[in-house]
């Protein structure tokens, strides 16, 4: 048996719902992770200090008797955000970061930004703070096609917010092209991509060969191999600029399997075996940790996790159940497409 030992891994985007899915999800989370970064598009979304305060107490009060689990919050930034509220909320520790989602980008978006001028002057704040600003990085124009959505954002809006606020800390949430990769690496100053687990793991096909399989179906959508690739390359090479942002989004079945299926994998169970197996695939197995638990809260300016996990390689596959019972409904756990053998020791 191989046992690799690590600083316990953060998550640097998370979804963990609310009311009966938050139960259900939390605990696959707070198993491997010490920390996540809270997505706040919950309905309605998370839109005040007061509003990340009440959903952080909510996450605590669903957190199982004797797992620990520390919720970084996020606002859900609009046209009407106050940056009066999100220079208190980031005084106090009440918020990690702000996320920006262009209007109509992917679920529960409608109410974010169609106009960034509008919050330019909270953008301001936050440079002015070095508090960071998360972004769903792809345009919503109809005209742009949903495979270029990524790319067009970094000429359309990045490359201009980057030269107009030096000092804002930017990160490039779930990167899924070579052209996301570039910029990350290449671009001044405080600046960071998050990669998911399934990006790593599939392409394109694996939606769309041999039948659609709406469970692969998430936003940004998965591209070519030429991209995945570049991921995998940018997630093992160590570069402190990626981490692991799972995106770990849960939906239940029935809203996936259906004629307009909801965006999202649910990757939370199965995340640190796909890991281990593909940083092991890539020889490159003494980086995970660099990927994993250390690059993010050095971006996030927050100290590594003292407490360690360990996982460990039988030769036998592990088998991680195929299906979440949620009080809403089943949810579908992220198929890798081939046997794990790696899992928490
Ligand atoms: O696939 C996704 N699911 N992408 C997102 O940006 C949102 C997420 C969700 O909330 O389900
Ligand atoms: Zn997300």
Redesign the pocket.
């Known amino acids: 048996m191989t046992r690799l030992t690590l600083r316990r891994p953060d998550d640097w985007h998370l979804?963990l719902r609310d009311g009966a899915m938050l139960r259900a999800v939390l605990p696959d989370t707070a198993r491997h992770f010490a920390r996540a970064i809270i997505?706040p598009?919950l309905v309605p979304p998370v839109v005040t200090v007061a509003d990340a305060m009440a959903y952080r107490a909510r996450i605590m009060d669903a957190l199982p008797d004797g797992m620990t689990f520390e919720p970084l919050m996020t606002l859900y930034l609009t046209e009407t955000t106050d940056p009066a509220d999100v220079a208190a909320g980031a005084a106090d520790g009440a918020i990690t970061a702000v996320k920006l989602?262009p209007a109509g980008?992917?679920?529960?978006?409608a109410s974010g930004v169609r106009d960034i001028a509008k919050v330019m002057p909270v953008l301001e704040k936050m440079a002015e703070l070095g508090l960071p600003l998360c972004l769903?990085g792809e345009v919503t124009d109809p005209a742009v096609d949903i495979f270029d959505r990524e790319a067009v954002f970094i000429d359309r809006v990045l490359n201009p917010l980057r030269e107009a606020l030096p000092d804002l800390p930017i990160t490039l949430e779930?990167v899924t092209t070579a052209d996301g990769v570039d910029w990350v690496s290449g671009a001044p100053g405080r600046t960071a991509g998050s990669i998911t687990t399934h990006h790593l793991m599939i392409t394109r096909n694996d939606i769309l060969v041999g039948g659609i399989k709406p469970h692969y179906?998430?936003?940004?959508v998965a591209k070519r191999a030429t991209h995945r690739d570049a991921l995998r390359a940018a997630a093992t090479s160590g570069n402190p600029r990626f981490f692991l942002g799972t995106?770990s989004?849960?939906?239940v079945d029935p809203l996936k399997e259906c004629a307009c299926g909801?965006?999202?994998?649910y990757t939370a169970p199965v995340t640190m075996a796909c890991l281990a197996h593909l940083f092991e695939e890539e020889g490159a197995l003494d980086r995970l940790e660099a990927f994993a638990s250390l690059n993010g809260p050095a971006h996030y300016r927050l100290p590594p996790n003292e407490a360690t996990i360990t996982l460990e390689k039988s030769d036998e596959p592990v088998t991680y159940a195929a299906k979440l019972g949620s009080g809403d409904g089943p949810v579908t756990v992220f198929d890798p497409g081939h046997p794990l053998h790696w899992r928490a020791a």
């Open positions: 979804h997505m598009n989602y980008a992917t679920t529960n978006s769903h779930h179906y998430c936003l940004p995106d989004a849960p939906h909801c965006a999202g994998c």
